[in-house]
């Protein structure tokens, strides 16, 4: 639970783990009547739409709006997203 | 003080008012902008835009009365908060989108608008359109303007559409938009007794429409009638070079479809869908729209679509893996909500711990599993192949017939509260939704009578993909012949 | 080899190279890739991940990788698929990297190296595909801040990935000079290493001759051949250390310190990634036409390989003469230029030594050269009809590459042609040996080296500019006689 929290970077309460554990246990469980589908040979679908990738030109079509860019930003500074430092 | 009649039209009949200026734009509005504000306890909208929607309305009567109207200059319809609308807040009622204003419009709504529709407000809805309820909204639950009779106690309008289900059933919108991605749009419409469009995947443009699962998120029209559906579709379809996903195809007049004509068309009926927990009423109700269908000259044929009881795991596998990758740019960074922390990790992880509601943050989770080393070829692979089966269902079906009949939702309208502590109760009320949500064909819901309880049920015609004129056309057919013309315990106007 | 104090190691190392690809919009947006923009101006709103926005991708950026692909000698697979990799980091926005994981558009190829010693080897390049670059993060700005600059976000990148296939510092170096010169060729990266258009992570390991691969470690984005180089010689030693002593070399992501020269693990906690691909549901399976691959395979140019073996078997210059010439692109080219119609060793000569040396002096590339092909071919025409001695004509270079103008207008303007009247000659020479009767005395009785002190002073008489082959064919003459 505490890993998968971790990897979609929510903070749950410790007191919420087990609950939430048992309830996904629940619908993972559910979930997992697939296994009495036999799909050997059957490849995934890769997609609804049956048409091919559209391609776009190599034009620049977009930017240059910086303002816009930053306008909705809880926090900037000179021209720039801010977020706390970050360690390599 | 406005009008209260005028809340009583369809599209069809404000459109041809308006051509006949018996009434201008702006008195329509007028009285819609009231209507907005008289149905506030449902809490449908989010975010009225009256002065907005006036000069929407003050525009098309300049183009009216010019000669040069447009094809729904000013008829009032309410936004699904789902879709970005340009200097107009939006939240896919969700925290996390705090003060979010978007610098663009979504291809959609801008289609509406160039075709002169008047913008009445942004609808409330599931958080991020994760529910069939309207229940999760971080701006409170949406109330269905339905009562149960004799019983005042608070229904849901469904979900996740539940806001705009309730504004167009409670008149206080013309039509609305909505967004259908495991019944979205067809289940609150059954419960709210309207009509519901989910088009084909890739008829309606996804860009600018904040998205929870792509394969599977269809924007679509609310509508009082068939007709309404028909010309909000118009207006809202169309080949958009920005979604790559959005199909090249022509837009058919789709109203043209409306010919009142199905002799001959074979009507499906899936045999499989009786099983899945359907209550007797439902079925009775389903049996008599075969009938309908069958006196006007349609032919039922009983189809089997096997794969059916597999949609629903399948799709609470996909749906949740997609918006568990979508809904990470929620990130405190460049919009909507931060909660500051000491390093970034934390940052991130309170500002979406506060941002997310405990079915967005359930689904995340839920997707995040699914995804992770270890689990994708168990999960989220082999949900994808079993997608392929039902896909192929259908595909097998279609040889035989040219549409399907099928209830909407396996019950009528629910209270609020109810089925809110289990989680798997509540994705069953998409059981009969979500396979053509996997398959991406067109369905559409059309109220076809009351539960025992006087609450309105709905049924649904699925089409081949592409294939909306047939869905509409059949769709006309049945609602002429169900003849739904009970009205909700509120609606605006009434009591003026 | 490397001889460690328990005996010799062998050095693993596979290279992925980052290659920006030169196109003018970013690969699923219509921003800018322009270098060296104001922070956050070259940013859609697709690039910020804004709700709603959905990618839709660029041609050309595909047509590059194919090219890139068939330069590689590399199958082109006419199915491939977008995956999303999510991770969390704030340079980028939508929490995932488009890219291709399961089926790039470029499977397996080959890079030929030539060694030192004159042999060849060739390297396995495992895959090529298409990424999204992220953007740029600054962690000098401010003492408790990161700042974020979108600007690269969402640019085409063409990730390269060679096999295990390289054995030492010096064969990586070599192997990505050889890919830059490909790349350039087929103009599909501008190989700009100092402007981030070229980077590269290192896998290295170490093991005995002849034995299974080791545990590897990752060398993150390094930025020039030179670095490369040294942070693999770095790592190299510091596992043999570890695994002469006995330790196990842990598996690692480090990084690359210039300023010390040593590689360091990363201090960010190393948590299990789980990138958690899955097919990007807002884009479709990218699919190829055939016909479309064989033309772009028809207009591919001569690349490395096949213009240095032309430049050995149609000029006859030296394999490693050739190899020099055929590097860039442009010298190439400069030296076709020159040596049309002409020695084409001289050329060769000319542009190796003079031309590279001023070049070298200047800090510039031959793009930039002051002196042009057609200026450096009029100036070996001129040695070759007599008009300027060899050592004349390095004077003239100089004064080409100094003031840009044309050998024949200097050779006008400062009188250098060369003496070649042979009355002229003799006259200076009688006049040398007049003046010097008494060494011309020496001389016939028997001190010959004082040939060379009269071939001196009659150059001296006609300053510089007396042709010496008939100098010295006219003062033998004269002292025989």
């Known amino acids: 639970m505490a890993r998968i929290a971790t990897l979609a970077r929510i903070k749950l309460p410790e007191a919420e783990w087990e609950p939430l554990a048992n309830e996904l246990a629940r619908i993972l469980t559910w979930m997992e009547q697939l296994n009495e589908v036999d799909t050997s040979g059957i490849a995934p679908m890769t997609s609804v739409a049956a048409a091919r990738l559209p391609m776009r030109e190599d034009r620049v079509t977009e930017g240059g709006g910086r303002e816009e860019i930053l306008a909705n930003a809880p926090r900037t500074a000179r021209g720039f997203f801010v977020v706390p430092k970050v360690v390599e | 003080m406005s009008d209260p009649s005028l809340l009583a039209l369809t599209l069809a009949e404000a459109r041809d008012g308006l051509a006949r200026k018996s009434f201008s734009a702006r008195e329509l509005t007028a009285a819609y902008n009231d209507a907005v504000s008289e149905i506030e306890p449902l809490n449908a909208y989010i975010t009225p835009t009256p002065e907005r929607a006036l000069e929407m309305a003050g525009a098309a009567d300049r183009r009216l009365a010019k000669g040069n109207a447009l094809p729904l200059d000013g008829i009032p319809i309410a936004v699904k908060d789902l879709y970005c609308t340009k200097g107009v807040l939006t939240t896919a009622a969700s925290h996390i989108l705090d003060r979010f204003c978007p610098p663009y419009e979504s291809t959609v709504t801008e289609k509406l608008w160039h075709s002169g529709a008047v913008m009445l407000g942004k609808t409330n809805l599931d958080e991020f359109a994760m529910g069939s309820s309207s229940t999760t909204s971080f701006y409170g639950p949406v109330e269905s303007p339905w009562r149960r009779p004799g019983d005042n106690r608070p229904l849901v309008p469904g979900g996740s559409s539940g806001g705009s289900a309730a504004a167009v059933a409670a008149r206080a919108a013309v039509a609305a938009t909505g967004t259908d991605t495991g019944g979205s749009i067809r289940q609150p419409a059954s419960y709210c007794g309207i009509v519901g469009l989910k088009p084909t995947y890739g008829r309606c443009s996804r860009w600018g429409v904040v998205a929870f699962a792509s394969s599977l998120d269809h924007p679509g029209p609310m509508t009082r009638t068939v007709r309404d559906a028909a010309i909000m579709l118009h207006a809202m379809a169309g080949h958009d070079p920005r979604d790559s996903t959005s199909a090249p195809l022509p837009v058919p007049d789709f109203e043209a479809a409306l010919t009142g004509d199905i002799r001959g068309l074979r009507v499906g009926i899936p045999k499989e869908y009786r099983a899945e927990g359907m209550s007797a009423e439902i079925e009775a109700i389903w049996q008599q729209g075969a009938n309908w269908l069958q006196g006007a000259g349609a032919d039922p044929v009983e189809i089997s679509l096997p794969m059916t009881k597999y949609a629903l795991p399948t799709y609470y596998i996909i749906a949740p893996a997609e918006a568990s990758s979508n809904l990470a740019r929620y990130d405190g960074v460049r919009f909507g909500l931060r909660v500051e922390g000491d390093s970034l990790d934390e940052m991130y992880e309170l500002t979406r711990a506060a941002g997310f509601g405990p079915e967005v943050r359930r689904r995340i989770l839920v997707g995040t599993y699914v995804l992770s080393a270890g689990y994708y070829d168990d999960y989220y692979l082999k949900a994808q192949r079993v997608r392929s089966l039902i896909a192929r269902d259908f595909a097998a079906a279609f040889e035989r017939v040219d549409c399907i009949l099928a209830p909407t939702a396996p019950s009528a309208a629910f209270a609020i509260g109810e089925n809110s502590d289990d989680p798997i109760a509540m994705y069953l009320n998409d059981v009969f939704t979500v396979p053509s949500s996997l398959a991406g064909l067109p369905a559409i819901s059309v109220p076809a009578g009351l539960s025992r309880d006087g609450l309105p049920v709905g049924l649904q015609i699925i089409g081949r993909a592409f294939d909306e004129e047939t869905v509409l056309r059949i769709a006309y057919v049945l609602e002429s012949a169900a003849q739904f013309r009970q009205v909700p315990s509120f609606v605006a106007g009434d009591r003026r | ?481």
């Open chain 3, 1 to 481: 080899m490397i001889e460690g104090a328990t005996g010799p190691w062998e050095a693993v190392i596979g290279l992925e190279v980052h290659a920006q690809v030169v196109s003018k919009a970013k690969l699923f947006s219509g921003a800018a890739t322009d270098f060296g923009a104001e922070p956050n101006s070259q940013v859609s709103l697709v690039d910020a991940a804004f709700p709603g926005m959905l990618p839709v991708i660029n041609r050309f950026c595909v047509e590059l990788a194919v090219k890139t692909g068939l330069g590689l000698e590399a199958e082109i697979r006419l199915e491939s698929v977008f995956d999303r990799k999510n991770y969390f980091y704030p340079d980028l926005p939508p929490g995932y990297q488009i890219s291709q994981y399961q089926q790039p558009v470029v499977g397996r190829g080959k890079l030929t190296l030539d060694m030192s010693d004159g042999t060849v080897r060739e390297i396995g390049i495992t895959r090529v595909h298409l990424e999204q670059d992220a953007g740029k993060s600054l962690h000098d700005q401010h003492p408790s801040l990161s700042y974020v600059d979108l600007n690269r976000a969402g640019i085409a990148l063409m990730e390269i990935v060679s096999e295990p296939d390289l054995r030492s510092a010096e064969e990586a170096g070599l192997y990505l000079r050889k890919l830059r010169s490909i790349l350039r060729y087929l103009g599909t990266c501008d190989g700009n290493m100092e402007e981030g258009s070229l980077r590269c992570d290192c896998n290295v390991s170490m093991r005995r001759p002849g034995e299974p691969y080791g545990t590897r470690c990752e060398i993150k984005n390094l930025n020039s051949v030179r670095y490369v180089m040294q942070a693999i010689e770095y790592e190299g030693r510091r596992q043999i250390e570890i695994l002469e002593k006995g330790g196990a070399i842990e598996q690692q992501t480090r990084l690359f310190d210039v300023a010390r020269g040593i590689t360091r693990s990363m201090r960010s906690k190393e948590e299990a990634h789980d990138y958690r691909y899955f097919p990007d549901p807002d884009l479709l399976p990218l699919v190829l036409d055939p016909g479309w691959v064989a033309r772009l395979r028809a207009e591919l140019p001569e690349l490395p390989d096949a213009k240095k073996a032309r430049f050995v078997s149609q000029y006859g210059l030296s394999p490693d003469d050739a190899g020099v010439l055929v590097a860039e692109k442009e010298t190439a080219l400069f030296f076709e230029r020159v040596a049309t119609g002409r020695d084409p060793k001289a050329a060769a000569h000319w542009i190796m030594g003079d031309l590279f040396g001023a070049l070298n002096r200047f800090g510039i590339g031959i793009e930039a050269s002051p002196v042009s092909a057609e200026q450096l071919g009029a100036l070996i025409d001129l040695i070759a009809d007599g008009t300027l001695s060899s050592r004349l004509a390095k004077d003239v270079f100089a004064e080409m590459v100094a003031t840009r103008a044309h050998p024949a207008s200097i050779v006008e303007a400062k009188g250098l042609r060369q003496v070649t009247d042979q009355g002229e000659i003799a006259a200076a020479i009688d006049a040398v040996l007049a003046a010097n009767s008494d060494k011309f005395a020496e001389y016939r009785a028997g001190r010959d080296k004082l040939y060379g002190f009269f071939v001196g002073q009659i150059m001296r008489a006609t300053a510089g500019k007396a042709n010496p082959a008939l100098v010295n064919r006219l003062l033998k003459e004269k002292l025989a006689q």
